[in-house]
């Protein structure tokens, strides 16, 4: 093979190579906010595959470029660590961070600027109820598959529920059976998320209790 044949080779597969990585790489922009309210500025973005970071400015806005699949690590100092997995087709996203409230976080996340003293002191009095971790979501099921990565959302008979095991029960379901405030729910879809106070996996024996049905699993859902 001719040199100039192995330079046209080696450039095509340089470039075909620059094109599938350029095909797996999207620019994602986003808010982050603090009492759903608040823009908070200098706060970190960082992508966890392609280590790329950037800081979101005083509207609380950011853009970065992220790989296919990468997940976005949100972080400011005094609030908590938020990792956001964007959906294949999603840009823009908006987050609500939320505040760990101490006296000595408030100093520093007013010394930090990411928040001014004004509007933090606000948030905590008018607004406490959006300072709650499942408050960045709109939709109940993310929630949930936020708060337990191996959980799967299904469609069964047109109510979408989640797999959490491939085992089929004497029914012939396949999904968890998901408890909130103590009762069977077959539809989940009415709970907002910033409502709810905590989303767990119960243990085998300790969803035992709820009958034949608990062999995929059961997820316990507390709202206030």
Same mark, same amino acid.
């Given at each position: ?8 080779? =080696? ?10 990585? %350029?095909?797996?790489?999207?620019? #994602? ?15 970190? @973005? ?7 970071? =950037?800081?979101?400015? /005083? %509207? ?6 992220? &790989? ?7 972080? $400011? ?5 938020? *990792?956001?997995?964007?959906?294949? &087709? ?7 961070? @939320? ?9 520093? $996340? ?7 003293? /004004? %509007? ?12 709650? $971790?499942?408050?960045?979501?709109? &939709?109940?099921?993310?929630?949930? #598959? ?6 799967? @959302?299904?469609?069964?008979?047109? =109510? ?6 491939? #085992?089929?029960?004497? =029914? ?5 059976? #998901? ?12 709970? @907002?998320?910033?409502?709810? *106070? ?9 969803? $035992? ?10 997820? /316990?859902?507390?709202?206030?």
């Amino acid at each position: 093979m001719s040199i100039l044949k192995r330079f046209q080779l =080696t450039f095509l597969s340089l470039f075909i190579f620059s094109l599938a990585t %350029h095909a797996q790489t999207r620019e #994602v922009e986003g808010t982050i906010n603090a009492f759903n309210k608040y823009p908070l500025k200098n706060v970190s @973005i960082t992508t966890k595959k392609s280590k790329k970071s =950037t800081t979101t400015d /005083e %509207h609380g806005k950011f853009k970065i470029k992220a &790989d296919k699949n990468d997940q976005i690590i949100i972080e $400011a100092d005094a609030f908590k660590k938020f *990792i956001y997995r964007p959906k294949n &087709d999603e840009n823009s996203i908006k987050v609500n961070l @939320i505040f760990e409230d101490t006296k000595k976080n408030k100093e520093i $996340a007013v010394a930090g600027g990411f928040i001014n003293r /004004e %509007h933090l002191e606000n948030g905590l009095k008018n607004f406490a109820n959006e300072n709650n $971790a499942y408050s960045s979501f709109v &939709d109940v099921f993310d929630a949930v #598959v936020y708060a337990i990565p191996s959980a799967k @959302i299904i469609n069964e008979n047109g =109510t979408r529920k989640f797999q959490l095991r491939g #085992v089929k029960t004497s =029914t012939g379901s396949n999904a968890a059976l #998901v408890v909130v405030n103590g009762y069977l729910n077959e539809d989940i879809s009415f709970i @907002i998320p910033s409502n709810i *106070i905590s989303i767990k996996q119960l243990r085998p024996t300790a969803g $035992a209790i709820y009958g034949t049905g608990s062999a995929n699993g059961v997820i /316990e859902i507390k709202t206030k």
